[in-house]
């Protein structure tokens, strides 16, 4: 289990505290339509973070190529149709480049901002010359409006429950799932980010931002830096 992060509930639960069959639940949202629209079609998409393949599957459905990356075999195991490759990501050398390359799941607020800095590297290491890299951040109000809940109409009930200062400027945040047949809890650290402190971090790392996908801001395109 990496440090600060930790999972309960039903089945495996993998190193960032992430169940895997809760992974299998989850309903995909809106986030393949973002996708879809920001990047040319049928481009060979490399997914960082992928989990048990909710977005990758509807990327597959609507005719993209993806390569999907996890650090956890269990979760690799649930992804059907895609190229995978069971890896963490900061260390990740595949020696080749992708059309597109994606950091989804807020991965770019990782506590350690060392580890952010290799995963952004990951992305640079890995986009092709023409391509982009799509990131998902966090929204404005996720370290404030807390508690919260949203209710999904698949039943399920998703609560932020807390996030507490555990030091350097991170949150320890701890989350619940909540299914009428079973309950799952997370809790991780992040690390919040203005709008300054990100495309800092993305210019440190050789990228810019391209657009913000999104009214709230929370998909980004980002290009390497000439």
Same mark, same amino acid.
């Given at each position: 289990?990496?440090?600060?992060?930790?999972?309960?509930?039903?089945?495996?639960?993998?190193?960032? +505290?992430?169940? /895997?069959?809760?992974? =299998?639940?989850?309903?995909?949202?809106?986030?393949?339509?973002?996708? !879809?629209?920001?990047?040319? !079609? +049928? &481009?060979?998409?490399?997914?960082?973070?992928?989990?048990?393949?909710?977005?990758?599957?509807?990327?597959?459905?609507?005719?993209?190529?993806?390569?999907?990356?996890?650090? %956890?075999?269990?979760?690799? &195991?649930?992804?059907?149709?895609?190229?995978?490759?069971?890896?963490?990501?900061? +260390?990740?050398?595949?020696?080749? =480049?992708?059309?597109?390359?994606?950091? !989804? %799941?807020?991965? /770019?607020?990782?506590?350690?901002?060392?580890?952010?800095?290799?995963?952004?590297?990951?992305?640079?290491?890995?986009?092709?010359?023409?391509?982009?890299?799509?990131?998902?951040?966090?929204?404005?109000?996720?370290?404030?409006?807390?508690?919260?809940?949203?209710?999904?109409?698949?039943?399920? =009930?998703?609560?932020? /429950? %807390?996030?507490?200062? !555990?030091?350097? +400027? /991170?949150?320890?945040?701890?989350?619940?799932?909540?299914?009428?047949? &079973?309950?799952?809890?997370?809790?991780?650290?992040?690390?919040?980010?203005?709008?300054?402190?990100?495309? %800092?971090?993305?210019?440190?790392?050789?990228?810019?931002?391209?657009?913000?996908?999104?009214p709230d801001g929370i998909w980004v395109r980002a290009l390497p830096r000439a």
């Amino acid at each position: 289990m990496r440090e600060g992060h930790e999972g309960t509930g039903p089945g495996a639960i993998t190193p960032d +505290g992430c169940a /895997v069959e809760l992974y =299998t639940r989850l309903p995909v949202g809106g986030e393949p339509d973002v996708i !879809a629209a920001a990047v040319p !079609a +049928g &481009a060979h998409i490399l997914e960082l973070g992928s989990g048990a393949g909710r977005v990758t599957h509807a990327l597959l459905e609507r005719g993209f190529t993806v390569t999907a990356v996890d650090e %956890s075999a269990d979760m690799l &195991a649930r992804v059907r149709g895609a190229r995978t490759i069971c890896s963490p990501i900061e +260390g990740l050398d595949l020696g080749e =480049t992708f059309d597109v390359v994606m950091l !989804a %799941s807020f991965l /770019v607020h990782a506590g350690d901002e060392e580890v952010r800095r290799k995963l952004l590297r990951a992305c640079v290491r890995h986009v092709g010359e023409g391509g982009c890299v799509l990131i998902q951040r966090e929204g404005e109000d996720y370290h404030s409006d807390v508690p919260r809940e949203r209710v999904d109409p698949s039943g399920l =009930t998703v609560r932020i /429950v %807390s996030a507490e200062p !555990a030091g350097d +400027g /991170v949150n320890s945040v701890h989350a619940e799932y909540v299914f009428p047949d &079973a309950v799952w809890t997370q809790t991780f650290l992040s690390r919040p980010l203005t709008k300054e402190q990100f495309e %800092s971090a993305l210019a440190e790392a050789g990228l810019a931002v391209d657009a913000y996908l999104t009214p709230d801001g929370i998909w980004v395109r980002a290009l390497p830096r000439a």
